[in-house]
């Protein structure tokens, strides 16, 4: 079977590096498959394409797929968007599934995100009113013709009370990067280094974990390994370094800026705990938190949806902390910089989580995915 993939490409953002992923297990996983991709234009280019040239983009797309017998869409509500609103980002959306349709394919998507519009309906939200619109009278009747692949049962949940039948909902877990890193849970002696993986974004929590590093005593140290989204025009690290600053951490913080794989190795190797204080209960799944499921260090994360999955799927394969307490924050962090059984457990129990939701397993859950018939 021949699957034609759409999905970004080429870029440091976290659903190119699903895609990537997901790719690579597949071509691993089946020989009786074929897999093209054709790379989603990134958003800047996108927005300075006219209306009519991203559609034909969009039509192109759709033409291609006619020689294959399964199209796999990856999907964020902003991949689509050229306009800037998210009812734009929706009946493009519409206009390429559509299309598609014209040649009978069998159509899987996965999405990376819920659709909170629909819970965003206030008087004033007036393009979120026409975005909810949009979904229910057209797009709705256009994914119940589709297989939807969300990450989490939450998500599940979010999408069939946005109107989509279970039937046409399918949960694949987030694949977990395939690495292997040395075990370490020795209890730190000296300096305890604490570090924070992934592009630096308003939700991940830094204000907790600085609150809760001014708690500690000075031999705790946090390393920020990541640097801007790619995608992000906003002043979101200055802002950190100026939080830095005024709160006299700059001998204790640092921030490594973007980083290759070799290099975010080498980080996680000096680390002893890793850190994942996200404040978004939106959060739909998240990449970066399998690098610190592979650090083989233990990992203390939000009590948010996200999380509490991971814990569903195997029990302590983190621990997690309420997003808004700096105190528990900073008692998690002593217990697992003192507690040898406790290292233990959370190192083991993520390593069993890594090897049960390896890309290779995700790869072969599509494939199933892709063996249903419509």
Same mark, same amino acid.
Request: proline share 4%; aromatic share 10%.
């Given at each position: 079977?021949?699957?034609?993939?759409?999905?970004?490409?080429?870029?440091?953002?976290?659903?190119?590096?699903?895609?990537?992923?997901?790719?690579?297990?597949?071509?691993?996983?089946?020989?009786?498959?074929?897999?093209?991709?054709?790379?989603?234009?990134?958003?800047?280019?996108?927005?300075?394409?006219?209306?009519?040239?991203?559609?034909?983009?969009?039509?192109?797309?759709?033409?291609?797929?006619?020689?294959?017998?399964?199209?796999?869409?990856?999907?964020?509500?902003?991949?689509?968007?050229?306009?800037?609103?998210?009812?734009?980002?929706?009946?493009?959306?519409?206009?390429?599934?559509?299309?598609?349709?014209?040649?009978?394919?069998?159509?899987?998507?996965?999405?990376?995100?819920?659709?909170?519009?629909?819970?965003?309906?206030?008087?004033?939200?007036?393009?979120?009113?026409?975005?909810?619109?949009?979904?229910?009278?057209?797009?709705?009747?256009?994914?119940?013709?589709?297989?939807?692949?969300?990450?989490?049962?939450?998500?599940?949940?979010?999408?069939?009370?946005?109107?989509?039948?279970?039937?046409?909902?399918?949960?694949?877990?987030?694949?977990?990067?395939?690495?292997?890193?040395?075990?370490?849970?020795?209890?730190?002696?000296?300096? +305890?280094?604490?570090?924070?993986?992934?592009?630096?974004?308003?939700?991940?929590?830094?204000?907790?974990?600085?609150?809760?590093?001014?708690?500690?005593?000075?031999?705790?140290?946090?390393?920020?390994?990541?640097?801007?989204?790619?995608?992000?025009?906003?002043?979101?690290?200055?802002?950190?370094?100026?939080?830095?600053?005024?709160?006299?951490?700059?001998?204790? +913080?640092?921030?490594?800026?973007?980083?290759?794989?070799?290099?975010?190795?080498?980080?996680?190797?000096?680390?002893?705990?890793?850190?994942?204080?996200?404040?978004?209960?939106?959060?739909?799944?998240?990449?970066?938190?399998?690098?610190?499921?592979?650090?083989?260090?233990?990992?203390?994360?939000?009590?948010?949806?996200?999380?509490?999955?991971?814990?569903?799927?195997?029990?302590?394969?983190?621990?997690?902390?309420?997003?808004?307490?700096?105190?528990?924050?900073?008692?998690?962090?002593?217990?697992?910089?003192?507690?040898?059984?406790?290292?233990?457990?959370?190192?083991?129990?993520?390593?069993?989580?890594?090897?049960?939701?390896?890309?290779?397993?995700?790869?072969?859950?599509?494939?199933?995915?892709?063996?249903?018939?419509?």
């Amino acid at each position: 079977m021949k699957i034609l993939h759409l999905a970004p490409q080429n870029s440091l953002c976290g659903i190119a590096t699903y895609s990537a992923n997901l790719l690579k297990g597949l071509r691993s996983a089946e020989d009786n498959y074929q897999h093209t991709v054709i790379s989603l234009p990134p958003k800047e280019e996108i927005q300075g394409l006219s209306p009519y040239d991203f559609k034909k983009f969009l039509s192109k797309f759709a033409k291609e797929s006619s020689n294959y017998q399964g199209v796999h869409i990856q999907n964020e509500w902003g991949l689509f968007c050229q306009t800037g609103g998210i009812d734009n980002g929706l009946e493009n959306f519409y206009f390429l599934l559509h299309a598609i349709f014209q040649f009978n394919k069998n159509v899987s998507i996965t999405f990376h995100t819920e659709p909170v519009f629909m819970e965003q309906n206030g008087p004033l939200n007036y393009v979120e009113k026409k975005a909810i619109k949009f979904w229910k009278t057209k797009l709705t009747n256009m994914l119940n013709r589709c297989k939807n692949i969300v990450h989490t049962d939450v998500s599940k949940t979010s999408f069939q009370n946005a109107g989509l039948h279970p039937a046409r909902l399918f949960k694949v877990t987030h694949g977990v990067l395939e690495r292997y890193l040395n075990k370490n849970d020795k209890l730190p002696s000296g300096k +305890v280094v604490l570090s924070l993986f992934g592009h630096i974004a308003s939700y991940k929590g830094y204000d907790l974990i600085f609150d809760a590093l001014n708690l500690l005593d000075d031999n705790y140290k946090l390393i920020i390994i990541g640097g801007r989204h790619p995608h992000s025009r906003g002043n979101e690290l200055e802002e950190l370094l100026l939080k830095i600053k005024e709160l006299d951490l700059s001998k204790r +913080v640092l921030i490594t800026g973007s980083v290759t794989d070799e290099e975010a190795n080498y980080y996680h190797s000096t680390t002893d705990i890793c850190l994942a204080p996200h404040q978004s209960e939106y959060l739909s799944a998240s990449g970066a938190i399998t690098w610190s499921l592979t650090s083989g260090v233990p990992t203390i994360g939000s009590n948010v949806n996200a999380f509490r999955e991971i814990i569903k799927e195997v029990p302590d394969s983190m621990m997690l902390c309420h997003p808004r307490s700096p105190y528990e924050w900073a008692w998690a962090i002593k217990r697992c910089g003192e507690d040898y059984l406790l290292r233990e457990k959370l190192i083991s129990a993520a390593r069993h989580y890594c090897e049960k939701f390896s890309w290779s397993n995700t790869a072969h859950s599509h494939v199933k995915i892709y063996n249903l018939k419509n």
